[in-house]
């Protein structure tokens, strides 16, 4: 489905802060190239372009998506002259052939056509990296609010199992596409992170801001539906105990590989 894109700072807050800590853990799992360029394609609110630019200050470091709005989140945050972040088609890079030491990427449209561009614009013996959200099994949060929102609203089940049935959803679904793409060596993994949620309000709020298929689901949701929801989703994070803090575990499926 079409992800909706229309606000960096709603995005921070729903997903950003998140990608945040998922960053680094790419960026070793990946052992990227220590010499040249490095680009990060779909970088959203610029979360894995300052992560590089954070531990390879004298690299250059590119990030680009195709959503304004993120680009210009991510460019206010920028105090210096790394990363550069510019708009740009993950499935139409407009960058020459072996132009970078080694690419990353998380969840973008087209992820097939993404990661053949990716393979062309890194160099031979450069390295390719991706993640996606585990949002079959390994997404808490999510999984939470969709599984609850599924048993009211008939809309939220066809949705979810749109979501979940999805290739990149399954473990093989990012190897395969590597392989499709010609990248060598292709080395599969997951990596789990920690979203810590101060109360309910901290964790439903960033929903309510319109980005991706769950801001989108929520914006679109009749009042009395929505309030509904909100008051089952509620139930499922209290689960028994006082409003407050929770930690819920998010797993995101990564590969890499060589260019040949």
Known sequence: MTYHASDGAAYELFLGRWTKLLAPALLDFA?????????????????????????????????????EPYIDYARSQTSAPSPIFQIGDAAALDFNDGAFAGSTAQLVPDAAAAIAEMRRVTRPGGTVAAAVWDFRGGL????????????????????????????????????????????????????TIRMNYANFDDYWRPMLGGQGPVGTYVSALPHDTRQRIEGEVRMAYLSGSPDGERSLTATAWAVKGIVP
């Open 31 to 67: 052992e990227l190239p220590l010499d040249g360029a490095l680009l990060d394609v779909g970088t959203g609110t610029g979360s894995m372009a300052f992560a590089m630019a954070e531990r390879w200050p004298s690299q250059r470091v590119i990030g680009i998506d195709m959503a």
């Open 140 to 191: 808490v949060y999510q999984r939470m609010f969709w599984d609850t929102a599924a048993g009211i609203d008939p809309n939220a089940a066809t949705t979810r199992d749109r979501l979940f049935s999805g290739k990149l959803a399954l473990p093989d679904g990012l190897p395969n596409l590597f392989r499709d793409a010609g990248l060598a060596e292709v080395q599969p993994g997951s990596i």
